[in-house]
């Protein structure tokens, strides 16, 4: 029998080394600031084209390199900090000059230019399928500056698998903002193509998260800073007020290095337990600082996972650190007696339709629940397309035989029936059996097919507001809004940039009038946006179901009879009313042999 085992050669050693290291252009950005950052630079600059694609440069004015470092850097097993196995054990620094560099010279073409201070030229070298085409001496200021050209360019399989560029730019702008807050006496800046993102001045943690989050932060952000033998933890919580539903503001460090630890974000959260609402996730930008023999960073390629050697101590530990933090301020929330002055009126039997037990005559004032009216929010326009059905045709006769895809509404006076039950969920009670109907899932198909027909027509109206109203987001969510503005103008949004991360509202889509906060909607719109970028949607497509999304009512909310009628009407006249716009069944039918069926 041949022998049939080999070794494989250099350029296919490290592209499989790259496969672990190198998953995505974000990958490349965080190996290439972890070296800048650990050769000592106090000004990074990083530069990306076609979301990595095309390019990602990165230049420091950090130690540099000598002619010998430069070449070696790109050797496999080449480092500046491990000398013995014991030192796998107690990594302080981040990855300086080389390990990745390998990696990421066999899936990519790259040119490093670097020179110590001590040296009057510096050193070029171009290398490209893990083979040096040059090294010769050139002109360049102190520090490395480095590109990595056509990402994966060999390796068509990995290029084609890359996710959109507006994810892959999300990826890339999520590492930039770890190392920024990680390092905040760093001058950091960075450019997508033509734009500049981030321009941040060296200073303390605060100054950096108000530069990257916005000055509505800098009021509400409480610091921890309690010590112990086993941990320090410093850094920031947010008050209540800057909760949100959405992730991605809820950071850890371990020494500096950004983790992902659900159980230690899970300590955080349950300090907000009766704070926040239960959907809610609060901020907080929180550094743990412990002796690196007692945690291993090697378990996971891109050290973003670490284990603790006692993971359950350090949980408890942050949880009272974060606890007594929220401890030291005043959460307690303020009254606004104007807005609440009809309740209490009626609490204290002095307005005109109050409760005043000592009249034993009076019943209690009931909860009949909002009197929105569905169809002014549905059809504000009275497009003949999307108007309600009369009662006369939408309950009309039909043939007996009936299926899922053809459900009848055959109804009168005397068997048509709508029951709510647990706020959530429709019964609807049909000649030929029980139809049931999720009422968030419908109103959001039904939205959808609205916003979508909006944004197909161009057709739309606008309510001004009596009061303009200003937003401050942070600036990728104002980057984010700015590139949506357009669309949002076509559904009825009249929104202005101001500068400096914020705009004006000056208007709403009119069917959607007093029925939702103007800052709150938007927010809500934002963050359902962002996360169906993973879905790699057209751009009207993604705003469509955002939209739906944002603005539909939800599961535990009391409706009139008036609403759960116009919510069903609308519902069937959906050209698919059977699923919400990603895919969730909206209802189902039992027919009455089905019923019986169940009691026999």
Known sequence: MPDIIHLLNDLVVNQIAAGEVIQRPASVVKELMDNAIDSGATEIKLLVKDAGKTLIQLSDNGCGMSPTDARMAFERHATSKIKSAEDLFLIQTKGFRGEALASIAAVAQVELKTKPASDITGTRVVIADSKVKSQEPCACPTGTQIQVKNLFYNVPARRKFLKADSVESRHIHDEFIYQALSFPEIAFSYQVDENLMYQLAPGNLKQRIVNIYGKKYQD???????????????????????????????????????????????????????????????????????????????????????????????????????????????????????????????????????FNPARSNQA??????????????????????????????????????????????????????????????????????????????????????????????GETQIQKLLFPQNLHLSHPDAIQLNQILPQLQKIGFEIEEFGSDSFVIHGMPAMLEGKYAEQELILRLLNQYKSNLEFELPLEENLARSMAMSSSIKRGKPLSDEEMKALVEQLFLCEIPYSNPFGKKCLFHMSIEELRKKFS
């Open 220 to 354: 509400f952000l409480i610091p921890v800073t309690p010590h112990s033998d086993v941990v320090e933890i410093n850094g920031f919580i947010g008050k209540p007020e800057i909760a949100k539903k959405s992730k991605g503001e809820q950071i850890l460090f371990v020494n500096r290095r950004f983790i992902r630890s659900p159980y230690l974000m899970h300590a955080v959260r349950s300090s907000y337990e009766n704070i926040i609402p239960e959907e809610h996730l609060p901020f907080y930008i929180l550094f743990l600082n412990i002796d690196p023999a007692q945690i291993d960073v090697n378990v996971h390629p891109t050290k973003h996972e670490i284990k603790f050697e006692d993971e359950r101590l350090i949980y408890q530990f942050l949880k009272a650190a974060t606890r007594f933090a929220l401890g030291q301020f005043s959460l307690t929330p303020q009254i606004d007696f104007e807005e609440s002055k009809p309740g209490i009126e009626r609490l204290m039997g002095t307005g005109p339709n109050s």
């Open 364 to 457: 209690p004032i009931q909860n009949t629940g909002s009197q929105v009216s569905w169809v002014q929010l549905v059809n504000p326009h009275g497009d003949p397309s999307i108007v309600p059905v009369q009662r006369d045709d939408s309950f009309a006769k039909q043939p007996e035989q009936q299926t899922e895809e053809q459900i009848q509404m055959e109804a009168t006076d005397d068997d048509f029936r709508i029951v709510q039950f647990h706020s959530s969920y429709l019964m609807v009670q049909l000649k030929s059996g029980i139809t049931i109907i999720d009422q968030q899932f419908a109103h959001e198909r039904v939205l959808y097919e609205y916003y979508k027909s909006i944004l197909n027509k």
